[in-house]
């Protein structure tokens, strides 16, 4: 997909950009490298008045990762149309997509160039370096407690709510009914000796079909990966230690090979498939038998009426079926003059029909109470909502989850290459996250 950007800026110039440096945090918590950087600049932002406070800014930035083309953009541009006619202020939208957004982000943060606002699936590593306003800095209290209790806690650091919860989604199962008729596939898997052997009856009705549309490329190879894990009785972490290459774990990760590379039912190179426009459209195609997705494939699936499916249970190895639960953050850094104007452009957007308009565009599932009771009727989301009771979370929490999620993303789809180690790949994972922890 291509990056959309909207700037409202020029590139300065170097008086300009050296005292944009210097005041940029106004806090700061634990020694990390980005930490210790920005308490040199600390110092210089100390002589400025007014700390966080102040003249409010001319404009502020924000950072929004694409979850459609159709929704994603016209949405925030209206929002951000709409704020600036309410207090002067002018938006820097940026819309990055999800293959992207990690790095690009980094490389903000790396440059002491973060947006007043992002949307991003973690939070806790800023926060951890006091980047980050907390929800009684950047949000009105009618605003934080609409959240829904379960996303609010999983925003949390150290009991302070920073990851304010923009959106939620759980995984399902999702099937093609007419190539699994045709395959002979009476029902769709519960077991993975069951999925196998639908792949393969699937796989074998030829003309280009595909059993399992697998993604383990970059865009979010954590998500279909965290599935898999939990359903062999593996997971992320034991207490507070990461337990990545665990017996468990391994012995998923050859599975996963194994359905490549053995049982060849999968699509081609599937350690370098995204899930966007890699497995979802190969499903939307009508070229794939089986498929991990979500409420937004069901809208896309819908509106194009090309395919009939059905939705279900994960298959598991271990007996109760578990899937992922994910929500995802708005998040406010720390900017000399900025609290007010982030706080006024997270409560427009946190209005209960501003939010929920948006959601229900995007097909995911609502994070406020008022949203819950707005979507509660709608019928399509049932599925969705029955599968939460068995979801499970990513270790967001953990500041270390955002250099472990890239290093996954960047890296575990090596495993199903041909050729590829799964062990090797797990074991540096492994020594990886236990490096970042100390």
Known sequence: MVVTSYSMHG????????YARARIFCSMGSMTRRGLLAIVLLGAAALLP???????????????????????????????????????????????DWNSIDQQVSTMIQNNQPPDVLNLNSFSSYAKDGLLYSGDEALSPRTREDFLEAFARGGTYRDKLYGF??????????????????????????????LVAAAKRVQALGGGTIGY?????????????????????????????????????????????SLANTHKVTQVNPGKTNRTDGAFQLFKDGKVGMVMGFGPLAAQLDAEGKVR????????????????????YLMAFKKKGNQEAVRQFLDLYYQPEQITRWIGAEGFLPVTKSG???????????????????????????????????????????????????????????????????
């Not at 923009?166 to 093609?176: C, D, E, G, H, V």
């Not at 337990?243 to 996963?256: A, D, G, M, R």
Request: proline residues 7%.
């Open 11 to 18: 590139r300065p110039g170097r008086d300009r950009k050296t």
């Open 50 to 96: 007014g700390g966080c406070g102040g003249d409010t800014p001319k404009s502020i930035k924000v950072v929004i990762a694409e979850y459609s083309r159709d929704h994603t953009r016209p949405f925030w541009a209206a929002l951000a149309e709409q704020y600036t006619k309410q207090t002067g202020v002018k938006v820097e939208l940026q819309v990055i």
């Open 213 to 257: 549309a697998l993604p383990l490329g970059p865009e979010e190879a954590q998500a279909e990966w965290s599935i898999w894990m939990w359903n062999n009785g593996g997971d992320w972490k034991a207490g507070e230690a990461w337990t990545i290459n665990s017996e468990k774990n391994v012995q998923t990760l050859q599975f996963l090979a």
């Open 309 to 328: 499916y059905g939705v279900t249970q994960m298959p598991t190895n271990v007996g109760t079926p578990v899937t992922l639960g994910v929500e995802d």
């Open 165 to 194: 919860p923009i959106l939620a989604s759980a995984r399902a199962f999702f099937y093609n009914r007419d190539l699994l008729a045709k395959a002979r596939v009476a029902a769709p898997p519960k077991t993975w000796d069951e």
């Open 372 to 438: 819950r009771e707005r979507m509660s009727g709608n019928e399509r989301l049932r599925p969705y909502l029955d599968a939460l009771p068995s979801a499970r979370l990513a270790p967001t929490t953990d500041p270390t989850w955002d250099k472990v999620k890239l290093d996954v993303q960047q890296s575990i789809g090596a495993a199903v290459q041909p050729g590829g180690d799964p062990k090797q790949v797990l074991d540096r994972l492994q020594k990886n996250a236990a490096e970042s922890a100390r």
